[in-house]
């Protein structure tokens, strides 16, 4: 019996030693005033709960790195569980070559291995890779600049995957997401002149809160089955689209779209935009139209000045039943009345072959109030 008290004992004390055990902080610093001058040998030191703590400094060593299906340069591999890769001072810790190198598929910045639990990556800067995040499983990253890359972030995370408080500038694409991704959040996030802002593809749960699109060529694409929600963004100045959804289902609210060079908003093969509350400013276009898309907005702003406030492309709504696009209850600009509503569409109305119908009527006389960010107040938050 004191034999059984004996081990009893002993595993409760090992159990306790386990539980009391602190994670540890290593510090990786160029200067050599921390533990490591490399950041992969930082990483590599770590055991899981750990923080790789990286004081200024260009980074800018690489290393092999293979995942399921190709081996690449990168400059970080994470295969360690529940790490924490925290920058000293976002604007002086600097991971990436002084020059930008797109050659092959590499050199890639921080990436994560498959099957790891998670990984926080916060207060730093990535620069001049192919890719500055790629990102296999759950990962947060918070309070980072992503510049000057082919792609910001690209994801591939079967559990979330949280971008928070940070900044992508001058990518071809700012970020990315695709199979087996889903519930992706992007949270106060500055896209700034970008090819490409966003591409959200095969992508259930997508969530955009609170981030701002400024002088890229164009806002989001969500597409191939997509599913995802925006709330409180804003678009400046864009060149050519604020949003195109492709075969994906988009709910929009409390948002502001800038004027563009082209389409405001493109829906095509039977994409569905659901909203309320947006304010959509002067484009050529602000709706576009084709394959099968369709549209259910309220208690919004459609200022389509001298342009089309909707137009559906000839030929490609010939079936039965007739679409319709629900555009009721919303404000189209200050004196404007049904009969110049109506000569801002292009549906059935117009061209008996389409069998297609906007609904405008009832509509609001006044301005209706809206929730959307301004450019100045996120330009405080979060930088240029």
């Not at 405001?264 to 304010?279: D, E, F, I, Q």
Request: with cysteine.
């Amino acid at each position: 019996m004191k034999l059984m008290h004996h081990a009893a004992a002993g595993v409760l004390f090992a159990l306790a030693a386990a539980t009391s055990a602190k994670a540890d902080t290593i510090v990786v610093a160029k200067d050599g005033s921390g533990d490591f001058l490399v950041l992969q040998d930082g990483i590599e030191s770590a055991a899981p709960g750990d923080t790789v703590l990286v004081r200024p400094g260009r980074y800018d060593d690489t290393l092999t790195f293979s995942l399921p299906g190709w081996t690449d340069t990168v400059h970080a591999g994470v295969e360690v569980d529940d790490l924490t890769i925290r920058g000293e001072d976002r604007d002086s810790v600097i991971i990436g070559p002084t020059v930008p190198n797109f050659t092959g598929f590499g050199p890639k910045g921080i990436v994560t291995q498959v099957g790891i639990s998670s990984l926080r990556v916060e207060n730093l800067t990535i620069e001049n890779v192919r890719e500055a995040l790629y990102i296999a499983e759950y990962t947060t990253v918070e309070g980072c600049t992503l510049r000057d890359c082919y792609i910001g972030l690209i994801g591939f995370s079967s559990s979330s995957l949280l971008l928070r408080d940070s900044v992508i500038r001058n990518c071809v694409v700012g970020a990315t997401t695709g199979p087996p991704s889903r519930d992706p959040t992007f949270n106060g996030v500055t896209f700034r002149e970008n090819d490409t802002a966003m591409e959200i593809i095969n992508t259930p749960g997508a969530l955009v809160l609170d981030s701002h699109f400024r002088a890229c060529g164009m806002g989001i694409i969500i597409q191939q089955g997509s599913a995802g929600t925006m709330m409180r963004c804003t678009f400046d100045s864009l060149l050519t689209n604020n949003l195109i959804a492709i075969d994906a289902q988009i709910d929009v609210q409390d948002s502001d779209f800038g004027g563009v060079g082209e389409n405001s908003v493109l829906l095509a093969a039977a994409a569905t935009l659901t909203g309320v509350r947006n304010r959509f400013h002067p484009s050529p276009t602000l709706f576009l139209f084709s394959t099968a898309g369709a549209a259910s907005l309220s208690d919004s702003e459609l200022l389509f000045g001298s342009g089309f406030a909707a137009r559906l492309r000839d030929g490609e709504y010939t079936s039965d039943p007739p679409v319709l696009i629900d555009f009721r209850g919303n404000y189209w600009g200050a004196g404007v009345d049904s009969t110049q509503i109506a000569a801002a569409i292009l549906d059935g109305n117009d061209n008996p072959e389409t069998k297609a119908f906007v609904h405008f009527v009832p509509f609001s006389t006044t301005p209706i109030p809206t929730q959307a960010i301004g450019f100045s107040d996120l330009k405080a938050r979060f930088g240029n």
